[in-house]
Structure formats: structure tokens, C-alpha cells
């Protein structure tokens, strides 16, 4: 797992050492060293201490981490990209949480997801630490936050069902949306208004979300176009596009949304879809 700088230059890897991750932050730098056609010396080092979750700023210049404490909980953290100048913004009792850094002064904080488990969500404002919840008592709660920060796709477990539902944040108002699928296997479009793309199955696995992490099941997935203002629904390739059956996961969409990039979780290969033009 790699965090980027937004100019590229620097990064942090995330190592798997053992038991335990370690995190090696660098940057490209000129040197004696540095040839004329492009070629940089790469330095860096470790950070120290443990991490558990890390992204990177909007502007690409900072990171912000979770940490545990000298308890059971958490510290969260930011700092630039080799560590240095960290400023502890936030605390909390517990450790297990999922975060994303979607605009510069608002960090997305949801606990990580499981069938067992009522799920929570919140904004933790990045300059004050001031936590404001979004979501609450969802069971097995996948959140997936739009670009404006206005709306939050989510889904919900009911037993053996995984439903999807969309919040508009401002009102606290959910609907139930469709297709049913976990929300992470969903992507906002940012040139479409309150349009996403999924991958979802017609036959969900069962012990979702938990079976899903711990790759106990599959899905078989079709990939879904989604308008939620209008409720028009298509499918842009069905089971029988694919050579074979297809788990979607990490979807990603180029910048000018002409394609859309997955991984297939079965055995990590890489795959592309071009979209109709806009």
C-alpha cells in the first residue's frame, strides 16, 4: 500500500514486516548523482512509531494517521509525509477505524465494518478535532462519502440482505437505493450529478460484510451506472461481458471518466471498462 504526495514526488510505502507494518516515507531529490535525463536519488526512512490507518491531504502536502495510544485507543495524527512536525488532533477510546481525507478541513471517520457490530460515522474537522456524527447504529455500516461532502451512499446489513441507502447529510434523510451491494464496491462520478458506478451481484454471498474481508466468498459481479437523483439504473456489462466471474473491488474512474479500472479480488488482475461518452 502506497500513500502519495499530490506532485508525486514523495510518498509513504506501507511494509509488511512480520507480523507488524512499517512505514518507509521518501522523495525524490536531485543530487551529484541525478542524471539530465530525469533520473532522481530516492531517500527516505522508517517512520517511527505504529501506524494503523494513513492517507494523504487533499493538496496532497500532509498525512494524516491513527496510531494506538498508550491504552486501548487511538491518536490521530497529522504531520508531512517524512513524519516530521506531528500535531495529535483527535482521541478516541477505540482503535478500529476507517478514514479518508476528502477536503481540507473535513477527515471521514467510519468503524470498520462488521455484520456483529453497529457501525458509526463522522467528520472530524481537521484544524479544531471537533467530531460531528453523520451515521449511527447501522448495522454492518460501508460508507462511501461523495465529492461534495453532501451526500454519503451507504449499505446496511439485515440479516442474510445487504441493502443500500442514500443520506443526504444536511437533512439526515436516508432512501433505499439500488442495486444492493456493499457501498465500498461503489464509485461517485464527478462529472455526473449524484452518479456513481457499481459492481453488485445478483446473488449475494452470505455473512457480508465479514466473509467478503476475510475471502470466505466471492461475488459474481455485473458493473452497474447509477443516476440517484433521477433513479435510472443501467448495466454497462453483465456477467457475460467478462471471461470469466468477476469479484470488483477498488474501482477507480480516469479524469475524464471515459474509463473505469477495477481489480478483480479473486486473483488481483487488473481490468478496464470504457464508458459511453458524456
Request: net charge negative.
Amino acid at each position: 500500500d502506497v500513500v502519495w504526495s499530490a506532485n508525486g514526488n514523495s510518498f509513504v510505502m506501507r511494509l509488511l514486516n512480520g507480523s507488524f507494518l512499517k512505514d518507509f516515507s521518501a522523495h525524490l531529490a536531485v543530487s551529484a548523482t541525478s542524471s539530465p535525463d530525469g533520473e532522481f536519488d530516492l531517500v527516505g526512512s522508517y517512520l517511527q512509531g505504529q501506524k494503523i490507518s494513513i492517507v494523504a491531504s487533499p493538496n496532497g502536502a500532509r498525512i494524516f494517521y491513527t496510531s494506538p495510544d498508550a491504552g486501548r485507543g487511538v491518536n490521530g495524527v497529522i504531520s508531512s509525509f517524512d513524519g516530521s512536525g506531528p500535531t495529535t488532533i483527535w482521541q478516541f477510546p477505540t482503535k478500529e477505524w476507517r478514514i479518508s481525507w476528502p477536503a481540507p478541513e473535513t477527515i471521514f471517520l467510519t468503524t470498520k465494518s462488521s455484520a456483529q457490530e453497529k457501525g458509526y460515522a463522522y467528520f472530524l474537522n481537521s484544524k479544531t478535532g471537533e467530531m460531528t456524527g453523520v451515521l449511527s447504529g447501522v448495522t454492518g455500516l460501508v460508507a462511501n462519502l461523495h465529492p461534495t461532502l453532501k451526500y454519503i451512499l451507504y449499505s446496511e446489513q439485515n440479516k442474510e440482505k445487504t441493502d443500500l441507502f442514500l443520506l443526504e447529510v444536511e437533512s439526515g434523510h436516508s432512501n433505499p437505493v439500488g442495486p444492493p451491494t456493499l457501498a465500498e464496491k461503489c464509485i461517485w462520478s464527478k462529472n455526473q450529478k449524484l452518479t456513481a458506478y457499481c459492481a453488485a451481484s445478483s446473488d449475494s454471498p452470505k455473512g457480508l460484510p465479514d466473509s467478503w474481508y476475510k475471502g470466505l466468498v466471492t461475488f459474481s459481479d455485473e458493473i452497474w451506472e447509477v443516476n440517484f437523483e433521477t433513479g435510472e439504473t443501467k448495466i454497462l456489462a453483465d456477467k457475460d461481458a467478462f471471461s470469466t466471474s468477476i469479484d470488483a473491488d477498488n474501482l477507480l474512474l480516469s479524469e475524464d471518466e471515459k474509463v473505469l479500472v477495477f481489480k478483480d479480488r479473486k486473483n488481483l488482475s487488473l481490468w478496464a471498462i470504457l464508458l459511453s461518452p458524456q
